[in-house]
């Protein structure tokens, strides 16, 4: 209700969003979606979004040698706000429910993943992709199944614009390749 999902008991647009989402904080990636904020991001971005409202923050350690897109960053910092109201509404209630990404961590690893996935969606092979971070294969492929995982929902979420639907699946044909997709031979 603190965030207009419910009206009395009825469930609003919002709510509906927030509803047909999995995921580990199903409101907030339904405040995120409706936000607006990726409404207008072209599909490698988008992607590059996804990530971020999915992914852990990895090991402090861990790198990589790409750099996420401005438009990127301000849109998931646009949402600042509405995340510490989240988070502190969900404190009050003694509710545990990851809140990614942590914006502390935005301008190292976590803007470090968000650039690899926009470099896998923009078409860099996949050993290539490999030798720019210290993440082992299987935790990128993870990292990017995971991304398509929540891509794949978005065109089913209803109350969105029809551009973020597009550009979701438009993301997913770019991603979802080998060894993202496993294609097994006839």
């Known amino acids: 209700r603190a ?14 969003a927030a509803a047909a989402i999995r995921g580990d904080n199903e409101l907030w ?16 971005l988008l992607a590059g979004i996804a990530c971020a409202l999915v992914t852990e923050t990895p090991r402090p350690d861990s790198w990589t040698n790409y750099s996420p897109a401005d438009s990127v960053l301000e849109a998931l910092r646009s949402l600042r706000g509405t995340r510490r109201q989240l988070f502190q509404l969900q404190h009050r209630y003694n509710v545990a429910l990851q809140i990614w ?4 961590y935005l301008d190292q690893i976590v803007g470090e993943l968000i650039g690899l996935v926009e470099q896998w969606a923009l078409g860099v092979e996949w050993a290539e992709l490999c030798t720019h971070t210290s993440l082992d294969e299987g935790n990128i492929v993870r990292i990017l199944r995971r991304t398509v995982d929540f891509l794949s929902q978005i065109p089913h979420v209803p109350h969105l614009a029809e551009t973020i639907k597009l550009n979701a699946i438009r993301a997913i044909h770019l991603l979802d390749r080998f060894p993202v997709n496993e294609v097994l031979p006839n």
Do not use: I, R
């Open 3 to 16: 965030f207009g999902c419910l009206n009395e008991v009825t469930p609003t647009p919002l709510g509906e």
């Open 29 to 44: 990636l339904g405040l995120a979606l409706m936000s607006g904020s990726f409404n207008d991001l072209d599909p490698h």
């Open 101 to 104: 990404p942590e914006y502390k």
